[in-house]
């Protein structure tokens, strides 16, 4: 099954919303397969390395935005029980279903998670609702990052902590690799797995267009974040984010 191809790859900011809402709905059942093939099975130990870095424990409450299937908010719940909570929110209903059935899979002790439908630039929370937030490679598909940025840290707790995973383009010898497998590889399993090719063209070229981390770093110091760093993974094809709330 496949549909017809949006006519802009790179859409607007007006109308960027609705095409990244489309592109999530259409591609939410074969989402967790694709992503366990297109990075060799190595996206769970980043998020692990994510998770990690935010130092949970009940009875800590956790965001995690633009949660897809909730992989994150899982591994997120595991850490704060028996008292935590995880808001797991997300602008694309099918995505947040999926989630839903993972949250009801884990222990009794897990389920304290709410997936909320909501966008990263108009958070549904009040301020001061969280003491930890998490957003694993969707910084690319925000329509205003900055407005992003000002939301996590308008919901934090001072003192709250940010970790936020996204790709990146590695240098050296490892660059033209990268490349290929961002150009034939990423979007063939992209095609094989959803039966959809535009998706995955839509993927490479927000990768190679998005700002390199010293401009995202900026950004989270300008929002009011502190000690915001970048942790290349993968030879720098995935960086890790992390900041805290002044």
Known sequence: MTTKTPSSLSPPTASRERFVHRLFDLISPRYDLFNRLASLGLDKPWRRRAIASLN??????????????????????????????VAACDLS???????????????????????????????????????????????RNVADLDAAFRELHRVLNPGGRLALLEFGRPQGIVKLGHLLWLSLAVPALGLITTGRLWPFLYLRRSILRFMPPPEVLRRLEEAGFSCPAAAPLAAGAVVLYQAARA
């Open 56 to 85: 949970l424990s009940s009875p800590m409450r956790v965001l995690d935005l633009a949660s897809g299937t909730g992989d994150l908010g899982v591994l997120a719940s595991e850490k704060i029980v028996p008292l935590g909570q």
């Open 93 to 139: 209903f099918p995505m947040l279903r999926l989630a839903a059935r993972k949250f009801e899979k884990t222990p009794p002790a897990c389920w304290h998670a709410s997936p909320i439908q909501g966008k990263a630039e108009a958070l549904p929370f009040a301020n001061g609702s969280f003491d930890a937030a998490t957003m694993a490679f969707a910084l």
